[in-house]
């Protein structure tokens, strides 16, 4: 069969993107990959985030390019006006919301992906069997069933959508998926806590059966659902003619990182035959830790989990995860038929169900590789390591909360969150929140806890340290202090910043 083969010299035709000079490319891509590695080396050098000046938002503004532009000033625009105006969740003073870290190793990994620009919608390809294999592993990983399935997609809000629909064909069968949702759809009635993400709700809006359908159970002190008025309102809800069909459980709730209790809402879910699925956003990738997976106990028991290897798994944006125990159930929620994706038995149209088959994408990145190399290169123990860590570090962080008189505690400390005041009023905490940011020392984000404007703390970046923790905590004292004083506050370049 070689003879078939053509040995083609690399021509370059007028039409093709490829490089006209090759080492030219290779030595600016050289150079581009060096201060990408520069840029995660040396990231304490630098603030943790800092405002885009005017100019810069004026500068990337341009009509559409329709004339060639050398890759080398493409190239420097990047690094004057993006790479320094970014998230900043590379860097260890990075507390907001709940953003990963990412690593050098899933930086290489994501350009070895580009390099072989493979779709993961389906076809016969190792990189389908590479997603194939971490989805083995999780379900290795939450003790899963052999018939179980996964995919990988964008992030958890993506993933609790995915599971919304699954429990929805499940309940009301797949002739739905044709009809709509009709009147036993608008029946149906699913339930969460008070304290779960947005993106619950949204995916019920989305899903067509509506955010009021989505029953937010109270919670108790430590954020966790009160199950007994869970159970409480499934009865109610049964007894006017609705019908539940589906629990989320949060395992890791984003506010302050409560986890419910897993057993007892799948305890719950079995007796009334109701879809448990469980957003682990963050949370239940703690299952690495052999100190915080008791705490995630039950997890096993779920219809489905979601999850994201972006945040507490270090691996680069994005790759969010759902797993369901019943892979047949989850297929029939979303297969479709079409001549165009037909299988064979061989050749590149071969391989059993694609991952298209499991969720709405066709055409579908290989955010697989970079949480393989994430998973294979630092080892789940590491892995697990580091978010214990993050733990021991916000527990650091309370106690430094406690003991200091003109900082108050709002909530316990579960996992990774702190949320805390500086004592004085929400608009004074609101302005130190937004001073500690713009001083590029460290990134906390807010909440609201019991009606109390709440500086929160997520730690969830591998890189930080008590020096990080220590650094936020004298900076929202002397930014409180300044706030108090009502001094005149101006923006002052972080201490560290060099250029
Ligand atoms: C982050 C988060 C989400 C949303 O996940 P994305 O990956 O941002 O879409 C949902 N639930 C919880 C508990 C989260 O922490």
Redesign the pocket.
């Known amino acids: 069969m070689n003879e078939i083969i053509r040995n083609t010299q690399s021509s370059v035709t007028h039409t093709s993107l490829d490089p006209q000079d090759w080492s030219e490319f290779r030595a600016l891509a050289h150079r581009m990959l060096d201060d990408a590695i520069d840029g995660i080396a040396n990231v304490r050098a630098r603030p943790v985030w800092q405002p885009i000046p005017d100019a810069t938002r004026v500068a990337v503004r341009t009509d559409l390019p329709r004339e060639a532009n050398d890759l080398a000033d493409v190239y420097r625009e990047f690094t004057e006006h993006v790479a320094p105006y970014a998230t900043g969740n590379v860097h260890p003073g990075f507390m907001g919301w709940?953003h990963g870290g990412g690593t050098a190793v899933g930086m290489v990994a994501e350009m070895l992906a580009a390099g072989l620009n493979a779709n993961l919608g389906g076809r016969d390809h190792m990189p389908v069997e590479v997603e194939r294999q971490i989805v083995e592993w999780m379900r290795h990983l939450f003790a899963f069933p052999q018939d179980a399935s996964g995919i990988f997609v964008?992030?958890?809000?993506?993933a609790?959508l995915m599971a919304v629909l699954v429990a929805r064909t499940a309940a009301l069968g797949t002739l739905a998926r044709q009809h709509g949702i009709g009147n036993d759809g608008a029946l149906l009635t699913a339930y969460t806590s008070q304290a779960a993400?947005g993106?619950v709700s949204r995916a019920m809006d989305i899903a067509g059966l509506g955010a009021d359908a989505l029953r937010k159970i109270d919670v108790d002190a430590d954020h966790r659902i009160d199950v007994a008025a869970l159970r409480a309102q499934i009865a109610t809800d049964r007894e006017v003619g609705f019908k539940p069909f589906l629990v989320v459980a949060?395992a890791?709730?984003?506010d302050i990182g409560a986890i419910d209790d897993l057993k007892a809402v799948a305890e719950l879910c079995r007796e009334e035959e109701i879809w448990f699925h469980v957003?682990g956003?963050?949370g239940a990738l703690a299952i690495f830790s052999p100190e915080l997976a008791p705490m995630l106990g039950g997890i096993e028991l779920a219809d489905s989990i979601a999850l994201?290897f972006?945040?507490w798994g270090q691996v680069p944006y994005d790759a969010?995860f759902l797993l369901v125990r019943d892979g047949e159930q989850h297929r029939q929620a979303f297969a479709q038929p079409a001549a165009y994706l037909r299988r064979e038995a061989r050749g590149l149209a071969a391989g059993a169900v694609w991952p298209c088959d499991l969720g709405p994408d066709l055409s579908r990145g290989f955010r697989a590789l970079k949480t393989w190399f994430t998973l294979k290169t630092f080892g789940t123990d590491r892995l697990g390591a580091v978010i214990a860590r993050s733990c021991a570090l916000a527990k650091y962080l309370e106690a430094r909360v406690i003991a200091e008189p003109r900082l108050e505690l709002l909530a316990p400390v579960n996992l990774n969150i702190v949320c805390f005041r500086y004592r004085a009023d929400d608009a004074v905490n609101r302005e130190i929140v937004a001073d500690v940011q713009e001083s590029g020392i460290a990134a906390p984000s807010s909440t609201t806890l019991d009606g109390k404007f709440a500086i929160r703390a997520a730690i969830v970046n591998h890189r930080t340290d008590e020096t990080d923790i220590d650094a936020l905590l004298a900076a929202v004292l002397e930014f409180g202090a300044r706030r108090l004083s009502d001094a005149v506050i101006e923006v002052e370049a972080p201490p560290l910043a060099a250029q």
């Open positions: 709940v964008t992030g958890t809000s993506m609790n993400h993106c949060s890791g709730t984003v957003d956003a963050f994201d972006h945040k969010g």
